[in-house]
């Protein structure tokens, strides 16, 4: 096994006492083969590919030794799979479909019947891919999408270039789409040709195989390692890659700020069906291929593997700006790339239109979801981060894959017709109506100040369990990370962001937003609660208090909206500002002159804000809580005590207090402010702005009316 531990193009993982410790459980080492290929992005991407291993069970009807076929389950992702996202079947159930199978115009009809081959009842819905293993012979089997093989499978030479490279050792099979028919000329490539150690997929992929894990996955590995070394000699030796440089880029910073500057307007013109979240990469890859002379032929011939336009669409939509253009202001740039999009959304619609047959899905959403812009970088859209971000690893997977197909070849793309079979697939539509459906603010970003801890905490965690993605912001900077790390572990980095912020420094604000605009596309609910709280009585109020509380309460506000509401007219289809107030804002009260009076100003800013911002369609609204203890940061520095002191009590009876003096009786928690801001924003109150929400128990003298 030393010998084969020395891979350059790929990474070797395997680690034999991880391995030993199954003791020959061969389910288990076909998890741990298919985690570790898929840990390695140039051999496969998020959720390509998939795995297999045939072993003997005991079946629990006859208590026989039966074969049984482990592989990959529907929808899974190897770098991640468990067992539970194995499916498992009877081999010679499996085999036995051959005998109802009525050729390739009805193959999709056996997907059904795979049900009746199920082994573990528990196991997971087997794939399309179920008879491309279960037809071969081998104990261990990979089927993957490594950019190396594809872009030999891809280019026009590609079956002469593979018989050449590998002596005859790796078939060849034409492109066709996965299912059933597929798994048998799979079965009579390896028939035709004895001893072979795995087969090229025309256009789509590579099957690799051995009598044992740790030997299917050195074959595997091998074979990758062997189609990469070609590329890269031919590669090196080639003067021009992708026909050699066009243009350069400015640099990282330069390429940053343009590109957190159009990233609103691009998500604006994305969303016209549903509102669309964003992603953002300059990789080296990505500027190699956008700044070249082959950009637009490339990019308009569209991908050649299935697994790679699923996520990104037949072709990308390449902007005809300037690095220099982004700068400009919002309209001119508008005008400049909108007809690109309608222009795009014509080209999608007509190859709908061309290809499509009488029992096709309906059309669906026409935007792109690459877009790529010279100089600068690529930005993916899609439902949600996670889909926006592998939509952009599998366009640099496919960057590869014809970056090498130019080297040894010339890349050819799959033939429109048998994209769309791939893209409008019946099998492919059935599973997406599996998916479960959008919680009520996916697709919606929401940045919300303050909110390492308490009232902004709450609010921040309320809108991710209800799909939105959320950039926290804090200018204590151990708080913000321990509610960054907290929200990770719950929702996943995809769905967080967090930035140090200062909402009196507007620098740190630029800074925020252009994070939200790079990390998620924009800015849809923007949350003013970052407060701080001061009670003194007039004679001991200083001038110094004065200005802090103005600066935060209600400099901060302003400034934050500010900007907030230049992104969200970028993008030109609403969004809401929230503003937490408090009912200090209505009511008179004892050693309370600054806080109160700012508080007040906060609420009319937000009501000149509402009126002004109307015919933007930007909703601005204001939650009022009062006395809410728990976790909040105005409780520390003296406020606690400055209270009690005001209304004769001690500190520890404020929250038995404050909840005595209401209507409710209630003591006001984070969490009741956070569903009151989601009221405001679930789509209930879309007709609704200008208002105020009281979350205090009720206090009659806070009654607005």
Request: charged share 25%; glycine share 8%.
């Amino acid at each position: 096994m030393s010998a084969v531990r020395q891979f350059k193009y790929v990474s070797y993982l395997w680690d034999e006492k991880v391995a030993s410790s199954f003791n020959g459980d061969e389910v288990a080492l076909l998890v741990y083969r298919s985690n570790l290929l898929g840990a390695d992005l140039r051999i496969t991407n998020y959720g390509g590919g998939n795995t297999s291993c045939k072993a003997f069970a005991r079946d629990p009807l006859t208590g026989m030794e039966v074969e049984v076929m482990w592989v990959k389950g529907s929808g899974g992702d190897l770098g991640t799979m468990k067992r539970s996202g194995l499916a498992a079947l009877y081999i010679d159930r499996l085999h036995s479909l051959q005998n109802v199978y009525r050729g390739i115009e009805h193959e999709d009809e056996m997907v059904e019947l795979f049900n009746h081959c199920i082994y573990d009842l528990q196991s997971k819905a087997p794939s399309i891919d179920t008879p491309l293993h279960g037809f071969l012979p081998f104990k261990h089997i990979d089927h993957l999408h490594p950019d190396a093989a594809i872009a030999i499978a891809a280019s026009k030479d590609g079956k002469k270039i593979t018989e050449e490279l590998f002596e005859g050792k790796i078939g060849w099979v034409e492109w066709q789409r996965p299912g059933f028919d597929l798994g048998l000329k799979l079965k009579k490539c390896l028939n035709d040709n004895p001893g072979i150690k795995g087969i090229m997929l025309g256009s789509h992929g590579l099957f690799t195989w051995g009598d044992t894990a740790f030997e299917s996955y050195i074959n595997t590995l091998e074979v990758i390692e062997k189609c990469a070394a070609f590329i890269d000699a031919k590669t090196v030796s080639t003067n021009k890659i992708f026909g050699g440089v066009k243009l350069k880029s400015p640099s990282a910073e330069e390429r940053k700020n343009k590109a957190s500057f159009i990233t609103p307007i691009l998500r604006g013109l994305c969303s016209s069906d549903q509102k669309m979240i964003g992603h953002f990469t300059d990789d080296e890859k990505v500027l190699e291929f956008i700044n070249s002379n082959y950009l637009v032929r490339l990019a308009s011939m569209g991908t050649s593997c299935p697994d790679h336009f699923l996520r990104t669409k037949i072709s990308p939509l390449v902007l005809n700006l300037s690095a220099e253009e982004a700068a400009e202001n919002t309209n001119t740039i508008k005008e400049k790339i909108a007809p690109l999009f309608d222009a795009y959304r014509k080209m999608y619609t007509d190859y709908y239109n061309t290809c499509k047959h009488n029992d096709s899905p309906a059309l669906r959403d026409p935007n792109p979801v690459v877009i790529l812009y010279p100089g600068i970088g690529m930005f993916t859209f899609a439902k949600d981060k996670q889909t926006a971000r592998v939509a952009a690893e599998f366009y640099i997977n496919a960057i590869n894959v014809m970056k090498g197909a130019e080297a040894i070849s010339s890349y050819t793309a799959l033939p429109r017709q048998e994209a769309f079979n791939i893209e409008y697939w019946l099998l492919e539509e059935a599973k997406l109506k599996r998916m479960p459906k959008p919680k009520p603010l996916s697709g919606r970003v929401a940045l919300v100040t303050g909110s390492g801890g308490g009232i902004g905490k709450a609010i921040a965690k309320k809108f991710a369990e209800q799909g939105a993605c959320v950039v926290l912001s804090d200018n204590n900077q151990d708080r913000l990370q321990e509610a960054y790390s907290e929200f990770v572990k719950l929702f996943g980095k995809d769905q967080i962001g967090h930035v140090v912020m200062d909402v009196t420094d507007e620098n740190a604000i630029e800074e925020a937003c252009k994070n939200a605009s790079l990390s998620f596309g924009g800015i849809d609910i923007l949350v003013n609660n970052a407060g701080i709280s001061i009670s003194k009585s007039i004679e001991d109020h200083s001038s110094g208090d004065w200005n802090l509380l103005y600066d935060i309460l209600v400099k901060g506000q302003f400034l934050v909206t500010q900007k907030g509401i230049e992104i969200m007219r970028q993008q030109g289809f609403g969004g809401d500002v929230l503003n937490i107030v408090s009912k200090n804002a209505l009511v008179s009260g004892p050693n309370n002159a600054g806080y109160g009076s700012a508080k007040a100003a906060q609420l009319h800013l937000a009501r000149l804000n509402a009126a002004e911002l109307g015919k933007d369609k930007i909703r601005v609204n204001v939650v009022n809580p009062d006395a809410v203890i728990a976790g909040s940061n105005i409780w520390s520095g003296g406020w606690a005590e400055g209270r009690a002191k005001a209304y004769g009590i001690k500190v520890e009876e404020l929250p038995a207090y404050y909840a005595s003096r209401t209507l409710l009786g209630e003591i006001i928690l984070p969490e009741d402010i956070a569903n009151a801001c989601f009221a405001y924003v679930s789509g209930l109150l879309n007709k609704s702005t200008g208002n105020v929400l009281n979350v205090d128990g009720g206090i009659a003298a806070a009654f607005v009316r």
